[in-house]
């Protein structure tokens, strides 16, 4: 797969960063050549982000310098960068949510005619654009508002490839996308690699980066491990320089006594996103819910916590027989549910505020005496988790918009965690979270369930559900199609029931 040409497009040499309290980046070596695809991979924190957001002139290194074709490079901020030809797509989502999909595409360029925007223009274009991702069947005149993360993500990918450039850096583009999808992302990888872009890929999914990517850099606490040709490395190898040790992959879950019944849902039917669900979810079990993108998945998880209004169903929760009222989320929490959301940045994290208080953000009338915060008490909480979930920040008090994407994933699950809710549901929890770290998040699932709850485990990874589930209900189309328990389930049969309502519809 390596191209012909071979001619070094870019290199960085003896980049430094440094944040308040972290050194992001020391004395990094990075180089790219034409039509190669160069990933960078490495636990949460350990610099990727900020290497890429200083090639794109999202960020200035402290010291180091950058050649473009043997040309000094010094972006003076993004626009310079992409005047480079050098363009990103960043990890987390940018779009505007209440501009239409191709006014997002088109944002700094906005085809116009007499000075009124040429909408026809513009949608046939985006369009065009979305065709090629595989998001053909989206109107590109609706507000992104109205997509799910996944979508949003690929119309923020649709926006990056639609401009032409020399390179181009993918901030984990996949890590809310399913394999369609993400099939598609690749097929235009190959395209623009063909004509000599380079591109520099981050992700998390080492299977993905060994598939798609001809040379590997490893980076560990802001220095370059290794640089390497993927065809010299295994899967194994690369966990080992990122993590430095190895990780043991099976067994994570023995066959564990489940309790009484905690939720039964009947019926669960809105719209023709959640069509007749029904299920049950007992103490101490962990129930899986895979499918493709727009299955239907979060819209029930939803419209079983009230976030949106079901049309007809009902819910029975902790063994009664009586149907519970979950009238809005407000209710959902005093039964005891928690919800935590794929969309972190949406609803699962106030970004402006310190680490400390959106853990504590969910439970904190228990911290507070006579009607005062304990903050003492608050920071020891917190602490206790940012050790159990290894959130890499700089103290108890810098404000979660600092850390890295994969860290504030890690507070949002800290968060939902000491609620210490009975039924918890967890919509895409390892989304951007390192190998290393995914696994101290299946054994803290893996504990929960132990401890007696019932978990609802939503994702796009089937190797992780199959991993910690004790079943796996498999969603297409809106339709619960079918559910699998641990010795029943293998990835084939997975696939095929989430295929199959596409396939015969
Ligand atoms: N604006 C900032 N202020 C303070 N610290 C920051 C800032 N941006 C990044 N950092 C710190 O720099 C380090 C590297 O972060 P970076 O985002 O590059 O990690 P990453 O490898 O992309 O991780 P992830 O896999 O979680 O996305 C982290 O410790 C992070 O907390
Ligand atoms: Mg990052």
Not at 122 to 134: D, H, K, P, S
Not at 220 to 239: A, E, F, N, Y
Not at 362 to 387: K, M, P, W
Request: glycine residues 8%; aromatic residues 6%.
């Amino acid at each position: 797969m390596t191209p012909a040409t071979n001619k070094t497009l870019l290199t960085a040499s003896g980049i430094n960063k440094t944040f308040p309290g972290v050194q992001a980046l020391s004395d990094v070596q990075f180089d790219l050549k034409e039509g190669e695809v160069h990933a960078l991979v490495g636990e949460n924190g350990a610099g990727k982000s900020t290497l890429v957001c200083i090639i794109a002139g999202v960020e200035r290194s402290d010291s180091g310098q950058m050649h473009v074709y043997g040309q000094p490079y010094q972006p003076q901020g993004r626009a310079d960068a992409e005047r480079h030809g050098i363009r990103m797509v960043m990890q987390e989502l940018h779009l505007i949510a209440n501009l239409t999909v191709a006014e997002n595409i088109f944002i700094e360029r906005l085809p116009s005619r007499f000075g009124f925007i040429d909408y026809q223009k513009l949608n046939r274009a985006a369009r065009e654009i979305m065709q090629e991702v595989g998001l053909g069947d989206i109107d590109p005149s609706v507000p992104v508002r109205s997509l799910g993360v996944g979508q949003q993500q690929m119309v923020e990918i649709a926006a990056g490839l639609s401009q032409s450039c020399r390179i181009l850096a993918l901030d984990e583009p996949t890590a809310s996308l399913t394999d369609k999808e993400i099939e598609l992302l690749f097929g235009q990888i190959e395209k623009l690699k063909a004509q000599g872009v380079g591109i520099i890929y981050i992700s998390h999914r080492i299977e993905e980066v060994i598939h798609i990517a001809d040379r590997v850099t490893v980076l560990r606490d802001g220095k370059v491990v290794s640089t390497r040709p993927t065809s010299q490395l295994k899967i194994t190898d690369i966990i080992r320089m990122m993590v430095g040790r190895d990780l043991q992959h099976e067994h994570l879950r023995g066959a564990g006594e489940v309790g009484k019944v905690a939720l039964c849902v009947e019926g669960l039917t809105l719209g023709d996103k959640v069509k007749d669900v029904s299920f049950e979810v007992c103490r101490g079990e962990i129930l899986g819910f895979a499918g493709l993108m727009g299955s239907g998945r979060t819209e029930t998880m939803r419209a079983l916590f009230g976030a949106d209004h079901a049309e007809a169903g009902q819910i029975y929760l902790h063994g009664s027989s009586a149907p519970a009222k979950i009238r809005n989320p407000h209710d959902a929490v005093r039964n005891a549910m928690a919800f935590l959301t794929e969309d972190r940045k949406g609803q699962g994290l106030l970004p402006a505020l310190a680490v400390r208080e959106n853990i504590s953000l969910a439970r904190l009338r228990d911290l507070c005496r006579f009607g005062f915060i304990n903050t003492s008490e608050e920071r020891a909480v917190a602490r206790q988790y940012i050790d159990a979930l290894s959130v890499r920040c700089a103290s108890t008090e810098q404000t979660v918009s600092e850390l890295s994407g994969g860290n504030q994933q890690k507070v949002v699950i800290a968060k939902w965690i000491f609620r210490d809710s009975d039924i918890l549901i967890f919509d895409e929890p390892t989304r951007g979270i390192d190998v290393g770290a995914k696994f101290e998040i299946y054994h803290k699932l893996a504990d929960l369930a132990e401890k007696g709850k019932a978990i609802i485990f939503v994702s796009s990874d089937l190797k992780e559900l199959m991993a910690v589930c004790d079943r796996i209900a498999v969603m297409s189309a809106g339709r619960l199609v079918a559910t699998f328990s641990r010795d029943e389930w293998s990835q084939e049969k997975i696939m095929s029931a989430a295929f199959s309502e596409y396939v015969t519809g």
